[in-house]
């Protein structure tokens, strides 16, 4: 059972550059979240979707972008990346919007911005 | 708003012995409370959660963790400690009351250090 499934693991990019991250899980979960992790600050919400087709923002959405074609993938975007972004970033996702489920994450994508 | 905190960046206990990793929260309604840990270049996992009921309540790996509502915290604990159990953990909550019931709030992880 692969679970969440986020690729690249590591990657660098220059200042402007952009990218997508790849995030897709085999849970039949209909809600998927994307966090980034900074040192000593826990996890921010980046953006969050309940289902294919329908996104929202969470705490820190500048400088993103995410879509949510399939139940299965939600890619996050950076179109010009800036050296705050550096960070790392974690898909996760849940099966229902019942505040007592858990999260399921993936093992995150190492991004440094140079 | 919701909030967490989790008040000792690093936790060092000796193999063997009892650990606790401290967690007090902040909601309006009642509180949902999760407790993940993350091994090094690995996601979180989640460990066990307090819904309602029993203010006792046991996970995975032999932990558990003590809900008390008059002191707003849910601390962390196991019996007896693993040099496995060396990782960072992180205490969650998400409010009942309110927008933004999708998002949980993390705390900013408390590095446990089992000493062999």
């Known amino acids: 059972n692969a679970g969440v499934t986020q690729t690249p693991k590591f990657r660098i990019l220059k200042i402007g550059q952009s990218m997508t991250l790849q995030c897709t899980q085999d849970?039949?979960?209909?809600?998927m979240y994307w966090y980034r992790q900074d040192p000593g600050m826990g996890l921010k919400l980046i953006y969050y979707s309940v289902g294919a087709g329908i996104t929202d923002k969470g705490e820190v959405p500048n400088g993103y972008n995410v879509s949510r074609s399939t139940t299965e993938d939600f890619p996050l975007r950076l179109e010009l990346a800036a050296p705050s972004q550096t960070s790392v970033y974690f898909c996760?996702?849940?099966?229902?919007?019942?505040?007592?489920?858990?999260?399921?994450f993936g093992d995150g994508t190492r991004l440094s911005i140079l | 708003a919701q909030s967490v905190a989790q008040p000792e960046d690093q936790v060092n206990v000796a193999e063997g012995n009892p650990l606790t990793v401290k967690c007090t929260y902040s909601?309006?309604?009642?509180?949902?409370l999760f407790w993940y840990v993350q091994y090094p270049n690995r996601g979180l996992q989640f460990l066990l959660k307090y819904i309602t009921g029993d203010n006792l309540v046991k996970g995975s790996y032999g932990f558990e963790a003590e809900f008390n509502k008059s002191q707003t915290s849910f601390h962390l604990k196991k019996p007896s400690a693993l040099v496995s159990d060396s990782a960072l953990y992180f205490c969650a909550v998400r409010d009942t009351l309110g927008a933004g019931s999708y998002q949980l709030t993390f705390g900013k992880g408390t590095k446990l250090s089992v000493i062999p």
């Open positions: 849970m039949n979960h209909n809600y």
């Open positions: 996760a996702s849940s099966y229902t919007n019942r505040g007592d489920q858990p999260q399921h």
């Open positions: 909601v309006s309604g009642n509180p949902y």
